[in-house]
């Protein structure tokens, strides 16, 4: 079968470099060679996500350590932010871990804004909060630094961030921010295959899972701590990934961390332009649009053009190209295309020559 490039929000498409990478020798997880390759990426890292603190892998996909991070952290109740379907689950995740959980639910495509966190945090029933930094679904980013700076104000509260489809592709200074856990899935901005995770937690969470008693094992965070002290983790851990995050990390610095940055906004705005000149408008509220994905209004909203957009994605696809369809509630009502990973001004020129195609049968 023809290979269709991935433009959905993640997985994403990998490279031959990385499958490459992936497919070096296998090692053993407890001997001088793993500990040397986790020892090489771990400054590159700390680099990477601004901090002083170990970067953990975890091998599994994000949700592992989004549940992992509230069985660790959550012993009052959570505040689960919600604004789009992986927020939204966030809340089921919490309560399905026995904890006390309570939403503060915006509509899908508008952000969550601080003065709402603190609202409720003011009520002092909470010791933690989960927030998704950019909703994935809705292709909407909230203003995590007007959200973590309340930190200041709530210092007991657990500030629990999920960058899965942000991280790489804008800054994210986790010691600046003074969060509590920052955390990733590699399939997306990272552009790794699907079955690593990395997070990184903060003295003070670390302090505080020590303290928990049911946090079970696979996703504790004081293993995590214990062993990446070692430049180790505490099962056997992905290594074939593991060896392709350290090509990828190669890559980041040798491109320079801003000038990745900037190539996303320019990708990601090459796509906005595109929507516009097709007469469609874009789902999130202005000005709190994602960098790395970009979520068309299609009927979701009043407003801007509406197309078939089972259509669409199946006349792309004819040109090698795969779009996602809308996600959830907003599947049809919305499309999605990603310029996360290596997309670049020429490759995203590419799949927009064949989204110009495609409309034309539309
Ligand atoms: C923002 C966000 N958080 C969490 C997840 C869940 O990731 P996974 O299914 O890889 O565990 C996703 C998946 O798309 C996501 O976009």
Redesign the pocket.
């Given at each position: 079968m023809p290979h269709v490039k991935l433009h959905i929000?993640?997985p994403v498409e990998v490279s031959e470099k990385t499958f490459k990478a992936l497919c070096s020798p296998m090692i053993g997880h407890r001997g001088q060679g793993f500990k040397d390759l986790y020892g090489k990426i771990q400054p590159q890292l700390q680099n990477l996500l601004g901090t002083r603190q170990l970067v953990y892998l975890s091998t599994?996909?994000?949700?592992?350590v989004?549940e992992g991070a509230v069985r660790n952290l959550v012993q009052k109740k959570v505040l689960n932010c919600m604004c789009g379907a992986?927020?939204d689950k966030w809340f089921d995740v919490s309560k399905k871990c026995g904890k006390a959980a309570e939403a503060l639910q915006v509509d899908w495509g508008s952000p969550i804004r601080a003065e709402a966190v603190d609202q409720k945090l003011a009520t002092g029933e909470f010791d933690a909060i989960t927030l998704?930094?950019?909703?994935?679904?809705t292709g909407t980013m909230s203003p995590l630094a007007d959200i973590a700076a309340l930190k200041k104000k709530y210092p007991d509260v657990m500030f629990i961030v999920?960058a899965?489809?942000s991280m790489t592709a804008v800054p994210l200074g986790f010691d600046a921010l003074g969060i509590d856990v920052l955390l990733a899935?590699t399939?997306?901005a990272f552009a790794l295959p699907?079955g690593l995770?990395v997070f990184v937690a903060s003295p003070a969470a670390l302090a505080k899972a020590a303290t928990a008693k049911d946090r079970g094992y696979y996703f504790d965070f004081v293993e995590f701590e214990k062993n990446a002290r070692e430049s180790m983790t505490p099962s056997t851990p992905a290594i074939p990934h593991i060896y392709a995050l350290g090509s990828k990390l190669d890559e980041f610095f040798a491109e320079g961390l801003d000038a990745r940055y900037a190539r996303h906004r320019k990708t990601n705005k090459m796509v906005h332009d595109w929507a516009a000149r097709h007469g469609f408008t874009l789902f999130p509220e202005k000005g709190f649009e994602s960098v790395t994905l970009t979520c068309v209004n299609n009927g979701a909203k009043p407003g801007g053009r509406i197309v078939d957009a089972a259509k669409l994605q199946k006349l792309v696809k004819e040109r090698g190209f795969l779009i996602d369809g809308g996600y959830g509630k907003i599947k049809g009502t919305t499309f999605r295309l990603s310029n996360m990973g290596d997309e670049t001004e020429a490759t995203m020129a590419q799949l927009i020559a064949a989204l110009d195609e495609a409309m034309k049968s539309l």
């Open positions: 929000p993640g599994s996909s994000a949700w592992g989004m992986f927020s998704i930094h950019n909703e994935t679904s999920d899965v489809s899935g399939q997306k699907p995770a």
